[in-house]
């Protein structure tokens, strides 16, 4: 189980070597931790490793695994009945917004591998309904990784989850269309944010929520959409949504558009938070996801399989990767690249 240094105990046994973002040996498989052990963790910077026992059979049985996907199962339905709703009465009711999600971001709390939860929602649903859940989710955990008190954290993952609702006023041959858009056809589509600002104000008193919905394409630099608000004039928790939305979009496959390697997109985020993208938050994301890929097996552009063992401080998105007996620098070995991250 990937663990945080903050939640480690005396008596935890580590269950892999652990360096730090140097590649220095800092402690041993099989160490049971004492409290030194752990301080000599928080010294280097190290903030998570693997750890043997109970916790580690917990976390990876497959009764948590399909409970979880259960919960996202449900979470989906739940946002095509909302949508639908909103489609039929131009509102929807929040009581069944709040009875979705809160099951959901209970259960998250008991998940720090975000990688795993992204890689279990990679399937074909509807992508819309889809997309949602993956930008409540991340909304929340951005949320929480930058200091968001509980009920913060529950209102922003609510407003992502709902930030794209006003997609249900625009024609299904619009929204599906698999080739280029027109102007005119991405005018309409642009317009999802008003359309998602007025059905939510129709439906809940939360303001920040409808904001949400209407800035959530708003750029740092005024270059967004519909108003081209500066940095200063964005909803932080718009701020926080966008980056969730962008990368959940990106991994995602569509009909226009193939699904990129999850890596790859955070470095594209990381591009985008001069300027674009709220930078802290940005950061935060990145900060708080690398370490889950740590353990993930990879296919290489080569053709070959391999796990990634260590985050490379010389270029954090390009790891490197244990292949066989080899050992493979990415960020040397620059015309090699990931080209698929797999859960097991």
């Known amino acids: 189980m990937k663990v945080h240094v903050t939640d480690l105990k005396p008596g935890d046994c580590l269950k892999n070597d652990t360096f730090n973002s140097k590649g220095l040996h800092v402690l041993s498989k099989g160490t049971q931790l004492k409290l030194e052990d752990i301080s000599r ?69 008991q998940h720090k591998d975000v990688v795993t939860l992204l890689l279990l929602l990679d399937r074909d649903d509807e992508y819309t309904y889809t997309h ?40 299904a041959d619009i929204l599906n269309k698999p080739s280029k858009l027109t102007p005119e056809e991405f005018e309409e589509i642009k317009r999802h944010t008003t359309y998602g600002y007025e059905i939510i104000r129709s439906s809940m008193s939360d303001h920040s929520t409808a904001l949400v919905a209407l800035q959530h394409h708003e750029r740092e630099d005024g270059s967004g959409y519909p108003a081209q608000l500066l940095k200063s004039e964005i909803h ?15 991994t995602t496959a569509r009909v226009y558009q193939s699904r990129q390697e999850l890596i790859t997109v955070l470095r594209e985020l990381h591009n985008l938070s001069f300027g674009k993208l709220n930078a802290k938050s940005v950061q935060a994301f990145i900060q708080h996801l690398m370490p889950n890929f740590i353990g993930k097996k990879v296919l290489l552009s080569t053709g070959d399989m391999g796990v990634i063992i260590l985050n490379n401080s010389i270029d954090v998105f390009r790891p490197l990767v244990q292949s066989g007996s080899r050992f493979i620098d990415l960020s040397r070995e620059r015309h090699i690249t990931i080209i698929e991250i797999y859960m097991e």
Not at 135 to 164: F, H, P, T
């Open 41 to 109: 963790l928080f010294q280097h910077g190290v903030d998570y490793v693997d750890i043997d026992g109970p916790a580690e059979q917990a976390a990876s049985s497959p009764s948590i695994i399909r409970n979880v996907a259960a919960n996202f199962d449900q979470t989906i339905q739940g946002f095509e009945s909302l949508y639908m709703e909103a489609l039929a009465k131009g509102n929807f009711n929040q009581t069944m917004v709040d009875d979705i999600l809160q099951p959901l971001l209970s259960s998250l709390d």
């Open 132 to 171: 949602s859940l993956q930008v409540g989710m991340l909304s929340y955990y951005i949320a929480s990784w930058l200091g968001y008190s509980k009920n913060e954290c529950y209102q922003i993952s609510r407003a992502g989850y709902l930030l794209d609702i006003g997609k249900c006023r625009i024609p």
């Open 236 to 250: 932080p928790y718009a701020q926080i949504a966008a980056i969730a939305d962008v990368y959940s979009a990106m």
